[in-house]
C-alpha cells in the first residue's frame, strides 16, 4: 500500500518524477473532457486494466515507480503547495444569497414547453442556428401542471468561468459573517493569500465565490433560469470539465423535466427553465386530518402561515443542486458547478420567536418573518487538489475515486468561523467526488464534545440525536446539526474534526474509508491523508445582543404513517463491477468497469435509454439495495422522493437512530445492504437511481427509472432526448424484461 500525496518533505527526485507523471495524467483528463478520446482508448491502448484502474505504467501510475528512478519506490501524487499558509488563517465565507425576483424580471418569459426561438449557434458548437432554450422540445417535456403552479419567484443564475464578486449577499450583517465587507471585491482564491484561480480553472454559479444560497418555501413555486455562459470551445477547460450541463435539484419533488436528467444536457449560449413548485409529497391525494390541516402550513408575508396540501410528515428542508452531465457529473461538479436551497415552512420557519405551535423554533434569528440565517449556517465540504501554480486540478488515479488533499469549506481552505455565546445550525453538505468523511468537535484540549444531529439529506429527524462524533456522511448526504456554544467562555477555540482516514488504500483510492479515526488520532497529525484532522475552527466571542430563543424540541417531524399503503411490489438492485453493455446508441450507452444488476440478472453498464424499473404512478414499492463486496462503499441516491430505511443487512435493528428519519442518499457500507421504502405520486417521467461518487456514476454505475403510468404523455416510456445545440433528437428507449 502507498501514500496518495507524497509528503511535504519528500526528495526533490521523488518530487520531479511525482510531477511528470501527473502531467501525464492530466493530458489524459483532458483529452476526454474535449472529447478527442473515450474510455475505450484508453482500455484500448493498455492505460487501463479490465478493472478500470490505470495501467501500472512507470511515469503515470503514481502508485508505480518511475522508470528513470526504480529504487525510489511509488512515485505518488505531489503535493499541493501551500504558498507558506498555516489552517485557520482566514474567515469562513458565508453562502451568497441570490435575489428572489418577479418572474416578470425575466426575459423572455418561461412557457410551460420549452422555447424553440431560433438563435445563431456558435461555428465552435457546428454553426447553423438553434433554439434559445436547451430544454427537450414538445409537450412530453412541458412543465408539469405549469399553470397550475404558476412561478411566483425567479431565480437567474449564469454558469460561468471564475471571475470576482463584487455583488456579494451573505443575508447576514458582517458581524454574523467574520467581519466580511460585502462591498469589496472577492477574487476567486480559495486562500486570500494563494494565486487567483484563472477562468478556465474554476466554473461556479455566476462565476463566483463563495457559494450559491437560494431560500424557497412551500406553496410558492420557483422558476430557476440557468443560463449556460461558459466558452463554446471544449478546449478551453483548464483541461477538465466539460461545459455542457445539466442541472439536478437534488432531491426535489417535482416532474422529471426539472429534475436535470443526466441526458438533458443544454450547450453553451443557451438556458434551461427549471420549474420547482415546492409542493409537500401527497399534495394530490393526502387526505389531511384537522391536526394535519394545522401543521401543512407555509410562512407568509404577514408573519404567519398559509396552508398546503399534502403530508406535512414530507417536510423537506435542506436541497443542494449541482451538474449532472453524463460522463462529467464528477469534473463539473468538482470544477464549481454545486450551490444549496434551503427551503421554509412552518415547521422548520427559520424564526426562532414564533412559538405557535407549529414552528420548531430551531437556531435562525428574528429579525424577519421567515429565513433568518444569523444563527443558520450552510457549509459545503470539499476536498480539493492543486497544480504547481495553485491552479484547481483533477487528478486521475483510476476510476475508483478522486480524492484531493486540500480540504475546504464553502470554497475556502480550512477556515475559522466567528460565533456568539448561543446555539447555532449548521446545515452540512459533503460535495466531495469521492470522499467520506466522519466528523466530531472537539474543544482546545481536544476533547470530544457533544453535537445535536436534528436532520438527515435534509429531513428533520423523528427526534434530536446526542452524539460524540456524526455517523460517516457519503457524498451528497446532509446532516443538520446544533452547537450550543454558550458553555464556553470568549475566547474558546473548538474545531469540527474530520476521522475519516482515505490513506494507505493503493489501488482503492477513493473507494471508502480505509480506517475511521479516534478523535484523539485524528488529533495526532500522524494519518498520512492531509484531509483528515481539524479543519473548521470555532472561535467563541461574547454573548448576543439579543437572548438566544432558539429551542431545540424533543420531537421534530415525525415519520409518514405507511401501514396503510400496501406494498405493491419488491426490486432488488446489486452494485458492483463488471457490468456489461448490451446497448447499442453510441448517445445513450456507456462503458465502465461499474454497473448495477436488477431484479436477479445481469450487471449493466450504464445506458440511459434502458429503463430498468418501472413503479406504477400511486404505488408504493420496497427496494433492497445491495453492495456485491470488493471492500468498497457506495452511497446510492435515488431521484424524485425520499424514503424510509426499513433495514441494513436484513435487520431493522441494525438501522441506527439517525437513519430512522427519511433519506435519499443509502450508503450501502461494504459488503452490506439497505432496505428502503418509497411511493411514487403526484408527478411523473423518467429519473435516476445511481452512486453518488461521482467517479463510479460517471463510469457507468447509474440507471434509468420511470414512473409507469400518470396520466398522458406518461402511458408509456418518454423518448430519449438526445442534445445538440441545433436542437434536441430523440431515441426510442427499452425496457428490461422486469423492468414493468
Known sequence: MSRIYLPWNASKARLRDAEHARRNRAEIVRELSWGRISRRDLFKWGLLTGAGMLAPIGGLNPFVASVKGQ???????????????????????RFDVMARNPVSCLSPLPMAEANQTQHAVDPRLGGGTGPIEGRPPGAV????????????????????????????????????????????????????DWPTQNPTSVWTFNGTIPPKLVQGRYGEPLLFRHHNGLSPDVTQNGGFGRHTISTHEHNGHHGAENDGFTGAFFFPNQYYDYHWPVVL????????????????????????????????RETMSTHW???????????????????????????????????????????????KGWGNLEYDVNLMLADKAFDQDGQLFFDLFQFDGFVGDTMTVNLVENPYFEVERRKYRFRILNASVSRFFKIALANASG????????????????????????DEMGIAERYDIVIDFSAYQQGDRLHLVNLADHSNVGALTGTR???????????SGTSPDPCVGRFLEFRVGALPAEPDQSVVPFQLIPNPDLSGIPVSRERTFVFGRDGIQTGTSPNTAFVGPWGIATDGGQSFDADYGRVSAAPKFGS????????????????IHIHFEEGQVLARDGSAANVPTWERGRKDVYRLRPHGSITITMQFRDWGGMFMEHCHNTMHEDNAMLLRWEINGGGEPFLKPLPTPVPTPQGVKFEDPYDLPTAR
Open 71 to 93: 529504487a525510489l519506490g511509488p512515485t505518488g501524487a505531489p503535493p499541493s503547495p501551500r504558498f507558506g499558509c498555516d489552517k485557520f488563517t482566514q474567515p469562513m465565507v
Open 141 to 192: 417535456w412541458a412543465h408539469q401542471r405549469f399553470s397550475e403552479f404558476a412561478p411566483k419567484v425567479a431565480i437567474e443564475m449564469t454558469q460561468a468561468p471564475a471571475t470576482t464578486n463584487y455583488v456579494y449577499n451573505p443575508g447576514v450583517a458582517s458581524n454574523y459573517n467574520c467581519g466580511i465587507d460585502p462591498r469589496h471585491g472577492l477574487p476567486l482564491r480559495f486562500h486570500t
Open 620 to 635: 408504493r414499492e420496497i427496494w433492497h439495495l445491495v453492495n456485491d463486496g470488493g471492500g468498497w462503499d457506495h452511497p
Open 513 to 523: 474509508p480505509m480506517r475511521l479515526l479516534t478523535l484523539s488520532e485524528a488529533l
Open 447 to 470: 476533547q470530544p464534545q457533544l453535537i445535536q444531529q436534528i436532520a438527515n439529506d435534509g429531513n428533520l429527524l423523528p427526534t434530536p440525536v446526542y452524539l460524540g462524533a456524526l
Open 321 to 367: 443542486f449541482h451538474d449532472h452531465m453524463f460522463s462529467f457529473t464528477a469534473q463539473n461538479v468538482y470544477k464549481g458547478n454545486a450551490a444549496m436551497f434551503n427551503i421554509y415552512s412552518g415547521l422548520d420557519r427559520g424564526n426562532e420567536a414564533v412559538a405557535d405551535g407549529v414552528n420548531l423554533r430551531l437556531p435562525s434569528g428574528t429579525a
Open 281 to 312: 409529497a401527497g399534495h394530490f391525494t393526502y387526505q389531511q386530518s384537522a391536526f394535519d390541516a394545522m401543521m401543512a402550513c407555509t410562512p407568509n408575508d404577514r408573519g404567519t402561515t398559509d396552508p398546503v396540501p399534502g403530508d406535512w
